[in-house]
């Protein structure tokens, strides 16, 4: 059994407006539960194009880019931070690759989308990033630190 620590990683989500218009916000947020990680930050809003390009500014040159922005700002999305053992990577291997395609069963990707573009929900790829993106989407104080009330042994 492990004990929680005071600072465990952190990783940002955003589902993304796909998910939203297709009702599967639920079922995503189901799997990061039901996976035991914590929830430490989560809303509902309109993402604009100028906070999509700053959150994907690394794929600028891209030529799938403006209508990336386009995709993005198209509806409401639903940003979430995470908390728990190695949660930037597990998250990943959760949400699935890039490519839905080649994305296996299991998987949130793998099961609910055959798209490269519209795949349902973004994941950090790294700590570093994951820090940089909770606080390009939520305020330090939209974040809550809290601890389960009764059993030590989940996390
Ligand atoms: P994400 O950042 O959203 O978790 O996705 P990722 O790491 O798996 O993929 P990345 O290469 O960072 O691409 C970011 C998002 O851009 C869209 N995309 N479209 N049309 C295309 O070829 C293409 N390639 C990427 C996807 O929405 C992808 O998640």
Redesign the pocket.
Known sequence: LRKICDHEERTFL?I?PDAVQRGLVGQIIKKFEQKGFKLIGMKFMLASKELVKNH?S??SN?P?FP??LK?MSSGPVVPMVWEGPNVVKNARII?G??NPEDCIPGTIRGDFSIQ????L???A?GVEEANKEMYLWFTQKELISWKPAITTWVY
């Open positions: 955003l993304k994907y690394y794929l891209e799938f209508g990336l995709y949400i690759i890039t490269t573009g519209p795949n929900i973004h994941g790829d």
